[in-house]
């Protein structure tokens, strides 16, 4: 990034943190509420796999319209249950690894192996919370510093 999209960046990110420091709690949590019954949404109507074990379940990505019958009817799904049935591609969305940008192994030590996927735009997500994260705890946008996590690299 350059210097002034990196300064846009950082007070984006003291903004942020600003806001989520003085918000009602209970807003965020109803916020992320919501977040569940779309994503879950989206993973219903564009993801396979996921269509795929909600139909062997006889369950009705349509019926679930809030939270209590989202953790009434959906269940928990291991990825022991998941990893050896269905191909790569079709945990993602659409069926297709065309917007993948990475790819991630687990080690298989609980004897399973499995994986994840994340898009770019996830990616830029993951960046830019844990920027904000690493700001928060340590102050990064007032100092050079260089974090490297499971392969991944930020420059904060």
């Known amino acids: 990034?350059?210097?002034?999209?990196?300064?846009?960046?950082?007070?984006?990110?003291?903004?942020?943190?600003?806001?989520?420091?003085?918000?009602?709690?209970?807003?965020?949590?109803?916020?992320?509420?919501?977040s569940v019954i779309s994503?879950?949404?989206r993973a219903a109507t564009r993801v396979p796999a996921y269509q795929k074990i909600l139909k062997e379940r006889n369950i009705d990505h349509r019926e679930i319209r809030n939270l209590d019958a989202f953790r009434k009817r959906v269940p928990v799904i291991s990825k022991a249950e998941t990893s050896p049935k269905y191909e790569i591609e079709e945990?993602?969305?659409d069926g297709t690894l065309d917007e993948a940008k990475g790819i991630m192994t687990s080690s298989g030590y609980s004897g399973v192996y499995s994986y994840g996927i994340s898009s770019r735009s996830n990616q830029k997500k993951l960046s830019r919370s844990t920027g904000a994260i690493l700001d928060y705890i340590f102050d990064t946008?007032?100092?050079?510093?260089?974090?490297?996590?499971?392969?991944?690299?930020?420059s904060l």
């Open 1 to 34: 990034m350059g210097k002034i999209a990196d300064f846009i960046e950082k007070q984006n990110r003291k903004k942020n943190i600003k806001l989520l420091c003085s918000i009602d709690p209970e807003r965020l949590v109803k916020f992320g509420e919501n």
């Open 39 to 41: 994503a879950f949404k």
């Open 91 to 93: 945990f993602c969305i």
């Open 141 to 154: 946008s007032n100092k050079e510093m260089l974090f490297i996590s499971s392969g991944y690299f930020w």
